[in-house]
């Protein structure tokens, strides 16, 4: 991953529990989500460099949504 020009970077994510496509951000590095239930989801998220190359192994990170 080349971060020299961070403005180019892509980003994508997707929360396996509810929809396995993932969800192309462009260069906005922000997720949205809305009308979540309770329960426990894995954000999975990845990067492309400026050239496209996607790292599709990424990162992730275990959420929980508690109910209110």
Do not use: H, K, Q
Not at 11 to 23: C, N
Not at 41 to 58: C, I, M, S, Y
Request: hydrophobic share 35%; glycine share 8%; no cysteine.
């Amino acid at each position: 991953m080349d971060f020299r020009d961070p403005a180019r970077t892509r980003y994508a994510y997707r929360l396996p529990e509810l929809d396995e496509r993932w969800i192309d951000t462009g260069t906005r590095g922000e997720a949205d989500f809305s009308n979540m239930t309770p329960g426990r989801f894995t954000l999975e998220f990845a990067a492309a460099d400026p050239d496209g190359l996607w790292n599709r192994e990424g990162a992730s990170l275990e959420i929980r949504v508690i109910p209110p």
